[in-house]
Each structure stands twice: as structure tokens, then as C-alpha cells.
């Protein structure tokens, strides 16, 4: 049974010291982010692509400053939350038990984010120089495969990981549950690099193949977790 008591960590000192490495995270990523837009501003195009469809087309465009200001608030936003989510969640005792995952999976975000916002201004300021869309494919395929790698040492929750209400129900669904999800994830992750070069439209169909999988694969092996755990117990 859980009290509301449970919500909240048991140390000060272990909540400072996660707070400290997420503000820091936090600080680095804003200031990786704001420098280079404020030293190229003005080589920067005013107009200029920030999303590609899967034939390598660019379908969004976007103004520099609201592009740049976007940048700046996402990670503000999202770290904003990290901190936030052990201290509301009802299983926030166990983020103790993850937190240099749950620290990790911070850092792989802004490491993305600061990737994908170089890629496109670098792109835009070299007049659209090498293929993004391959490029943020890639990025994908290692972030799934990290985000995998990890997977099994996350913790129940409510924020984080495959939060379906069968892995939920007791601990040992959800540890069976992230065992699987993580090799899934883990294998999709690394198919995504080397489909990432295909030409389209078998590389959207491989993608859209992936995707499901990531997803659908967890949710049922969670579902049928819980279900031979109940006929076990029965």
C-alpha cells in the first residue's frame, strides 16, 4: 500500500544533490544553446527549415528568433519538470532507487536537443549542406538504443518508462516488463542507424515498423506479465 508520505525522498541531502546535477545540466545546456546563437546571430538566415519528412524534403520553416527562443525555453521547461516530477509523483520514494538513470536520461535529452540545434543552424548558415533528415534519424536510432540500454534499471513510477497499468500492478511485472522493453528498445535503436541511409519509402515503412514496435512490444509483454502472474497466484 502506498501513503501519500511516499511521494516525497527521505533525504534532503540526496534531493540537493539531484537537484544540483539537474540545475547544472540545466545551466550548461542554456548557456551551449544561447552562446553560438548570440556569437552567428547575425550569419544565421532569417528564415530558414526545421523539420524533413522521411524523402528528405523540408516541410516547416521558421523565423531565426523565434526558432532560437524555442531552443531556450524547451530545455527550461523540461528541466523544470525533472525537478518537479519526483516531488508529485506517488511513487516518488523510488526515484532514489534510478536517479543516476534518471540523471542520465536528462543529459541524453539535452545532448539530443543541443545536436539537433547545431545540425539546423549549421545547415541553415551552410545553405542546407548535408542531409538532416538522415542526420535526425540517426540521432533517434542512438538515443532509443541508450534510452534501452538503461531501461532495466528504471523503477516504478508513474512518469517514466512503460507505465501501462499491468507493469504498474506489482514490481516484479514492471522489472520483467523494462527487461524486455529495454532489449527492444536497444535493438530498434540500433536497426534505426544503418535504415537511416535507406532510400524512401522502404525507410519510412522500416521506421513506422520500429516505432511500433517499441511501443506495442512492451505493452504486451507487460499485458501477458500480469496475466500468467494472476493465473500463478490463483
Same mark, same amino acid.
Given at each position: 500500500s502506498m501513503s501519500l508520505s511516499d511521494g516525497f525522498p527521505h533525504s534532503l541531502q540526496e534531493v540537493f544533490k539531484m537537484n544540483r546535477r539537474i540545475l547544472s545540466a540545466a545551466l550548461l545546456t542554456l548557456i551551449l544553446t544561447a552562446l553560438p546563437a548570440a556569437l552567428f546571430y547575425e550569419q544565421i538566415p532569417a528564415h530558414f527549415p526545421i523539420h524533413w519528412g522521411f524523402n528528405g524534403i523540408a516541410d516547416r520553416w521558421q523565423e531565426k528568433n523565434e526558432f @532560437? &527562443?524555442?531552443?531556450? /525555453?524547451?530545455? #527550461?521547461?523540461? =528541466? +523544470?519538470?525533472?525537478?518537479?516530477?519526483? !516531488? #508529485?509523483?506517488? &511513487? /516518488? *520514494?523510488? $526515484? !532514489?532507487?534510478?536517479? *543516476? #538513470? $534518471?540523471?542520465?536520461? @536528462?543529459?541524453?535529452?539535452?545532448?539530443?536537443?543541443?545536436? #539537433?540545434?547545431? +545540425?539546423?543552424?549549421?545547415?541553415?548558415?551552410? =545553405?542546407? *549542406?548535408?542531409?538532416m533528415d538522415t542526420f535526425i534519424l540517426i540521432l533517434l536510432g542512438i538515443v532509443f538504443a541508450s534510452m534501452g540500454n538503461y531501461m532495466p534499471l528504471l523503477r516504478r513510477n508513474f512518469f517514466i518508462g512503460i507505465r501501462t497499468p499491468w507493469a504498474l500492478r506489482s514490481e516484479e511485472t514492471w522489472n520483467k516488463t523494462h527487461r524486455v522493453a529495454g532489449r527492444c528498445w536497444f535493438t530498434c535503436g540500433l536497426l534505426m542507424i544503418p535504415c537511416s541511409f535507406l532510400g524512401d519509402p522502404l525507410r519510412m515503412y522500416i521506421f513506422l515498423l520500429l516505432f511500433s514496435a517499441l511501443f506495442f512490444i512492451p505493452m504486451l509483454a507487460s499485458f501477458l506479465f500480469t496475466t500468467h502472474l494472476f493465473h500463478n497466484k490463483s
Open positions: @532560437i &527562443l524555442f531552443m531556450i /525555453g524547451v530545455p #527550461v521547461f523540461f =528541466h +523544470a519538470a525533472a525537478l518537479l516530477l519526483p !516531488r #508529485v509523483d506517488p &511513487l /516518488g *520514494s523510488n $526515484y !532514489r532507487r534510478f536517479a *543516476s #538513470v $534518471y540523471e542520465f536520461y @536528462i543529459i541524453l535529452f539535452d545532448i539530443f536537443m543541443l545536436a #539537433v540545434f547545431a +545540425a539546423i543552424i549549421i545547415n541553415a548558415m551552410t =545553405h542546407f *549542406s548535408f542531409c
